[in-house]
């Protein structure tokens, strides 16, 4: 399994990204793709999740509404498009498999593979 982020970068407030977690080595549709992130000196917070089977997707109250995950199977890419971006958007964004297919925002430790991370700034 292999998970590959891009898309970060510094972004002014307001402003939007996508970023994208190209993956192999397994079926999507056997799994469910998530993203978390990491703000310096605080702990790993999950964002978002797709179910690989049914597209079906779980969102944090805190991104709610700006966050939006999606997925190009024929690809093997998720994407999540970021809108109205805050400084405390600021963090590692980082894309993991759960190869249950659980979409377990509260707990990283339940995910089975993780990608490098790509760094979201946001800053006037």
């Known amino acids: 399994v292999q998970l590959v982020e891009s898309g970060g970068g510094v972004v002014q407030p307001g402003g939007s990204l996508r970023l994208s977690c190209a993956h192999s080595?397994?079926?999507?549709?056997?799994?469910?793709l998530l993203w978390f992130r990491q703000a310096p000196g605080k702990g790993r917070e999950g964002v978002s999740c797709?179910?690989?089977?049914?597209?079906?997707?779980v969102y944090a109250d805190s991104v709610k509404g700006r966050f939006a995950i999606s997925r190009d199977v024929a690809r093997s890419t998720v994407s999540m498009d970021i809108t109205y971006l805050k400084p405390e958007d600021t963090a590692v964004y980082y894309c993991?498999?759960?190869?249950?297919?659980?979409?377990?925002?509260?707990?990283?430790?339940?995910?089975?593979?993780w990608g490098q991370g790509t760094q979201v700034t946001v800053s006037s």
């Open positions: 993991a498999v759960n190869e249950f297919r659980l979409c377990v925002l509260s707990d990283p430790q339940v995910n089975d593979y």
């Open positions: 080595g397994f079926s999507m549709n056997d799994y469910a």
């Open positions: 797709i179910n690989g089977r049914d597209g079906s997707t």
